[in-house]
């Protein structure tokens, strides 16, 4: 059985992507949760990724041969030759090209919303929000983006998610979903009701009823919070 090794659902953003690819697909694997201490060399997290990958970050897909797989973009990739019966990618070739070009512009780009607005699916930050519209042209960008992003993308395929059924660009997507949940982050009617269709879509659903359990809070990753 292939290991999916990621980190705590509520903060790991990069770790959301292939889980909730993977559920929604029903893909088995088995998870291995290694909770963040720290990121230091001497972390019980860096110690037992590394263990794993020489990269020691998660997400990280083992194998069922022990091949070990890291960085979100390889693990999509991976998962699309070996499931080929599922269309993790769309179907249509210059559909999927698009559907590349959304997820590589994700892993590369979006350094303002990625810094500023942290992934903290729990939490409520309507005023920090606020404040770092007001304060961060950065962050004004990159949701300028993300909605021009999603419009232009749902109307070009009809929907419901951006080329027709769920598959990796929504997964790809599904954090900055939170982020504007957590920020309340203001877009359009129609960006809303894509994020609540994310949002409600059965693999998403799962990793956020899980990331609610878990009920840990980590100070080193609560920019904006004293406790919970
Ligand atoms: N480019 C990587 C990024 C992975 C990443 O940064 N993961 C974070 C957790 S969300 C991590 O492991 N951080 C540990 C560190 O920075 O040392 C990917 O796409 O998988």
Request: glycine share 6%.
């Amino acid at each position: 059985m292939m290991k999916l090794y990621i980190g705590n659902k509520n903060y790991s953003s990069w770790s959301m992507r292939p889980w909730v690819l993977m559920k929604h697909f029903g893909i088995p694997f088995e998870e291995v949760m290694v909770r963040f201490d720290s990121f230091e060399a001497s972390s019980t997290f860096k110690q037992r990724v590394l263990a794993v990958s020489p990269v020691g970050r998660v997400p990280v897909l083992v194998l069922d041969d022990g091949l070990a797989v890291w960085d979100t973009l390889a693990i999509a990739e991976t998962l699309a030759e070996r499931f080929p019966q599922h269309a993790l990618w769309p179907r249509e070739a210059q559909a999927r090209a698009r559907a590349r070009s959304l997820c590589a512009e994700m892993h590369a780009g979006f350094p303002s919303l990625r810094t500023h607005c942290t992934m903290n699916i729990e939490a409520s930050l309507p005023q920090v929000g606020q404040h770092l519209l007001a304060e961060q042209a950065g962050v004004r960008l990159d949701l300028e983006r993300i909605v021009q992003m999603w419009t232009s993308q749902l109307d070009a395929s009809g929907g419901p998610f951006l080329f027709g059924e769920f598959g990796t660009a929504d997964a790809f997507y599904a954090p900055v979903c939170s982020r504007i949940r957590t920020y309340d982050l203001p877009v359009t009617t129609a960006v809303t009701a894509y994020v609540e269709r994310v949002w409600t879509s059965p693999g998403v659903a799962a990793w956020v009823r899980e990331a609610l359990a878990e009920q840990q809070f980590l100070a080193f990753e609560e920019p904006y919070r004293t406790g919970r």
